[in-house]
């Protein structure tokens, strides 16, 4: 019953945000941080644009997240975890909501992003990161655009997948399109518009029916 509340009632408060865009990364990135700055900047032009901005809602680059978007035109989302270090919940979030259970906690992330925007961050980053890779490669999630963030910093995954996984036939090698790497915080928003210039931000039918069954 405690997992079908959470469930029922992300799907009360988050079903009329609009388009929305869910932001990962570090919880660890002080205030001030080159990285915290970019979150902070990128959240800030997807609200400004009318994107509705989802972060897991504690500190590091989910408070800049948070913090963009809260001081932007749409709402601030923050999907809050139970855990014994770490999650502590930032004061930006419009929209604030709280799981106990990761996996109902992932659900919401996909069901009601129309992009993934991935700042740098650690092992819970690439969870969330390979969950959406996994879940668009194996077509149980519609194709959104998986925007990874500051070159730099993914480089050596990137190089990592295609010597070894596209190299040893681990993946399909056009599956390495499933991500793009941009630097600039306008970049990011236009990728996202361009993304849907022909489509409607919302899923359609069959990628509706996909997703009831995730």
């Not at 730099?152 to 996984?165: E, Q, V, Y």
Request: charged content about 20%.
């Amino acid at each position: 019953m405690g997992i079908m509340s959470e469930f029922v009632e992300a799907t009360e408060r988050l079903t009329n945000v609009g388009p929305a865009v869910s932001i990962f990364g570090s919880a660890r990135v002080p205030q001030g941080h080159p990285y915290y700055v970019l979150a902070e900047s990128i959240a800030k032009r997807l609200s400004d644009a009318g994107f509705t901005v989802i972060s897991g809602g504690g500190p590091g680059i989910m408070e800049a997240s948070n913090k963009g978007a809260h001081f932007g035109k749409s709402p601030s989302v923050g999907l809050n975890i139970e855990l014994p270090r770490e999650q502590l919940g930032n004061t930006y979030q419009d929209i604030s909501l709280s799981f106990r259970h990761f996996f109902a906690r992932k659900v919401t992330f996909v069901r009601f992003a129309s992009a993934y925007v991935v700042m740098p961050g650690g092992f819970g980053t690439l969870d969330e990161l390979t969950e959406a890779l996994t879940l668009v490669q194996t077509g149980k999630s519609r194709r959104m655009p998986l925007i990874l963030v500051h070159e730099p910093f993914w480089r050596g995954l990137l190089d990592w997948i295609r010597d070894k996984l596209v190299a040893e036939q681990m993946i399909n090698p056009e599956d390495i399109n499933l991500v793009q790497v941009l630097d600039d915080p306008q970049d990011v928003v236009e990728a996202i518009f361009k993304h849907y210039e022909k489509r409607s931000f919302g899923p359609l039918p069959a990628e509706r029916e996909t997703m009831l069954n995730l």
